[in-house]
Structure formats: structure tokens, C-alpha cells
């Protein structure tokens, strides 16, 4: 079944493969949201007078078991028919005639399929959101719990100064607040209702856009019915660099743990459970999970540049091209929950190592420590920094493993709790709840 299939036209077997590709598999992820759009379009056709109220009340309620048909995990679109949306069309029309042909009186196929991209990718931020501060609290968490414990700091990858496993889980955790600023930007974004753009210019239909809007639980409308369909690839690509950002934190963290774990450093271990071994070394512990963590999230960095270069050149109005979107980011998100879901696992079940600092070979880590020293003596800096250096050239550097930074966002002064209302207050900006509320409507 097509939806613009006419009785003296039909497509090759061969060009049907290739254009349908894998939409139909993705269409299942769309599934729920193209019915949940259908109910708010039906509701609104109702209310301009394009359908009676008892031909309203029938679809609505045939599009809620429907509906709780396309969430089981096991539902499919079954061959022969071209995407869920002539799906749903077709279950109605089985069940209630002609009734069923007249939902897509005022629509499109390209504004449902923005209207449920929006959707489904509305929802599944959501689920980054929130796993990115739950993981965002844990790292907190660590912070206050080894923020006496402390740690080499680098630069160049050389030893450079102390810096304590506090600052280090709170530099990510701080990291994933500015992440999720700009995947709140991102749900500004989203959240903006394209239905009633039709195929990008809008319907003669006396329609009523702020109605669909108010059901489904948008923000606001994609007003200028060509931008919202130009607004199709440029969504995506907006996503996608809001994962990416996330995604550079985790790949960082995960390089990090990967080297700290390493026998050389030996700063973190982990239990064996959550490490892997060797086929032929058994002493080996290998960071398999933040390798692959690494690994998919620099995968997910590359996701802005792909849709970039898939979307150049593009004019207004709908292309083919859009529908390979899919295929690239769809996956993403499951695969970056996964990332976070193992961040989570093997930072809950972190074990830190004690007195690092009064190994030897980190000494000179402590040397701007007895510069500033000799300063707050009285002595110039440049002559203090020269006294040490001579010092450290002689074999003669003496230094204590004593350290007192009390200025805001230091060892001493983490700042964990200005941070964490920062994170709250974000959160809140997301405003979840109002979509939730909107779909409960649209199913009770």
C-alpha cells in the first residue's frame, strides 16, 4: 500500500528497494509518534468542521489501540505496506471504512514525518538529558568523596602541579553542565510544532496550527511553513552536535581512565568483573569498556560533519536525500545512553589509590608550591623561580606534599554545590513534564 499510489502507475521492484531502504526499520521507532499526531490532527480536523464529532471521537479512540499496538517490541510493519504512516491509514480504513481515508485531509507525508522526527527526537533527548545528570551527580559524589586525595597534574602529558581527584571528577561533571546547556538550546529547537506545513506550503484548509500545537505538547510553531520543512536536516545536524558535545566529554574521561589505569600510573583499578583478560597474559586487566567508550563516542563526534556533508547544498522544499538521516543518527542515541549507562557502572565501583603525592618521582610536581613560598616570604617571583630551578639542578630541591588552595574552584574550594544548583536549574529549563502531560491527554 502507497499512499500516492495511482491505478495506471506503479514503481519498479528495484527502484521501490532502493528508495524504501531501511526507512521501514526506523519507522517502527516513529511508530507511536506519528499515531500520537495523528490523534492531535484528527482533534483539530474536528474542530474546523472537516470532520463530524462522533467521526472524531471513532478515529481517536481506533488510534489509541493502535497506539498501544506500535509500542509492543515486537511490532513490525508488514510487507507490502510502504511506512507507518500508510500503515495507520490502513488500519483505520480496515476498521472503520472510509472514515480511516479522511485523516489526511490538510496533511502531508513530509510534515508527519517532521512532526514525528520532532517527537521522537524530543523524547529520546529527554533520555540523554537525564542520564547525563544522573551520571553528572556521580561524579559530583566522587568529587567531595576523594577530593583530599591527591592526584599528579599534567601538562604536555609531563609532570606539572598537584591537582587532587576532586578537581578531576568535578572537571567532568562541570564539563556535562555546559553539554547539557547546549542540549537544552537543542530541545528549544525541537520543540517547535511543524504540522500543518503540509508538503512546505501550508493547505487552503482553514487549519489550526496552535491547536496541534497545544495537543502534542510543542513549545511553539515552526511558523513559515517553507522553513519548517527547510528546518529538516538543520534539526538534525543542531542534535547531533549537542550528542557530539556530550559524547567529546565521555571519550575524554574515558582516555583519562584509560591511562590512569594503566600499570605506569596505577592512580584507579577497577574490580576484575568489570575488566577483561588476556588469551595468553593472565595478569592482564585490560579497559575495554572505556576503549569502546572511546571509540563510539569519537564515532559520535563525527555525526555533525556527516549530516553537514549529507545536507550541503540542499535547496528549500523536501529532497530524498533527508530520509537517510536516519540511518546515521537514530543509532546514535542508543548508543551514547549506552556510554553513559557504562560510565555510570564503572565510576560507581571506582577504587582510587591513597598518597600518590609521597611517591619520589612526583616531587617536582610540588615545585611552583615552595615558588610561592619563598613569594609570600617577600621574595620576587622571577627570583623565587630561579632560587627553585637551582635548586632542583643541584639535586638539592626540598618540598612538602602540603598543599592549601582555598580560591574558588580550587582543591581546596571544589565549588561542587554552586555547580550542582547550576545543574538544577538547568534541568528544570527542560520543562519535560509538559510533553509527558500532553501525551497522557491525548491517550486517556
Not at 595468553?280 to 555525526?303: G, Q, W
Not at 513534564?433 to 491525548?442: D, R, V
Request: proline residues 3%; negative net charge.
Amino acid at each position: 500500500m502507497k499512499l500516492w499510489s495511482k491505478s495506471n502507475t506503479s514503481t519498479t521492484e528495484a527502484v521501490e528497494k532502493f528508495t524504501v531502504g531501511k526507512d521501514k526499520d526506523f519507522d517502527t521507532l516513529l511508530a507511536p509518534y506519528d499515531v500520537l499526531g495523528s490523534i492531535a490532527h484528527v482533534k483539530m480536523l474536528a474542530s474546523i468542521g472537516l470532520l463530524t464529532h462522533q467521526e472524531m471521537l471513532a478515529l481517536v479512540k481506533e488510534l489509541q489501540v493502535i497506539y498501544q499496538k506500535v509500542i509492543q517490541p515486537d511490532f513490525s510493519i508488514p510487507e507490502g505496506v510502504e511506512d507507518i504512516h500508510s500503515y495507520v491509514e490502513l488500519l483505520l480504513t480496515q476498521k472503520l471504512g472510509d472514515m480511516g481515508k479522511k485523516i489526511h485531509s490538510a496533511r502531508s507525508r513530509n510534515d508527519q514525518v517532521l512532526v514525528d522526527i520532532k517527537l521522537y527526537l524530543r523524547a529520546e533527548i529527554q533520555t540523554i538529558a537525564e542520564s547525563t545528570n544522573a551520571l553528572f551527580e556521580l561524579l559530583q559524589q566522587k568529587s567531595e568523596e576523594y577530593k583530599n586525595h591527591l592526584l599528579p597534574g599534567y601538562t604536555h602529558l609531563q609532570l606539572a602541579m598537584p591537582s587532587s581527584f576532586g578537581l578531576w571528577f568535578g572537571a567532568y561533571a562541570e564539563s556535562l553542565l555546559d553539554d547539557l546547556t547546549m542540549l537544552e538550546a537543542t530541545y528549544r529547537v525541537v520543540n517547535k510544532n511543524p504540522l500543518g506545513s503540509a508538503a512546505g506550503y501550508g493547505s487552503s484548509f482553514p487549519i489550526n496550527r496552535k491547536m496541534t500545537t497545544d495537543l502534542l505538547g510543542f513549545d511553539q510553531l515552526n511558523y513559515n511553513v517553507v522553513y519548517a520543512q527547510m528546518g529538516r536536516g538543520k534539526t538534525e545536524r543542531i542534535v547531533a552536535t549537542a550528542l557530539a558535545n556530550i559524547a567529546d566529554t565521555l571519550a575524554r574521561m574515558s582516555m583519562d581512565a584509560c591511562l590512569y589505569l594503566n600499570q605506569n600510573f596505577a592512580y584507579i583499578s577497577f574490580p576484575a568483573e568489570l575488566t577483561t583478560g588476556s588469551s595468553i597474559m593472565p595478569h592482564k586487566k585490560n579497559p575495554d569498556v572505556f576503549e569502546l567508550t572511546r571509540s563510539y563516542c569519537n564515532r559520535i563526534k563525527a555525526l555533525p560533519n556527516e549530516i553537514s556533508l549529507m545536507t550541503a547544498n540542499l535547496p528549500s522544499g523536501y529532497q530524498r536525500d533527508l530520509q537517510l538521516l536516519k540511518e546515521h543518527l537514530f543509532p546514535a542515541f542508543t548508543e551514547l545512553n549506552n556510554c553513559l549507562a557504562m560510565m555510570q557502572l564503572m565510576f560507581s565501583n571506582v577504587q582510587v589509590r591513597s598518597n600518590i603525592a609521597e611517591d619520589p618521582k612526583f616531587q617536582y610536581m610540588f615545585s611552583v608550591e615552595e615558588v610561592n613560598k619563598l613569594v609570600l616570604q617577600g621574595v620576587p617571583f622571577r627570583d623565587a623561580y630561579q632560587q627553585i630551578g637551582n635548586a632542583i639542578e643541584k639535586g638539592e630541591f626540598n618540598y612538602s606534599t602540603s598543599v592549601n588552595h582555598t580560591h574558588e574552584g580550587s582543591m581546596g574550594n571544589l565549588c561542587n554545590a554552586e555547580i550542582k544548583i547550576m545543574m538544577d536549574q538547568l534541568m528544570n529549563r527542560f520543562q519535560f513534564s509538559k510533553a509527558t502531560t500532553a501525551f497522557e491527554l491525548l491517550l486517556s
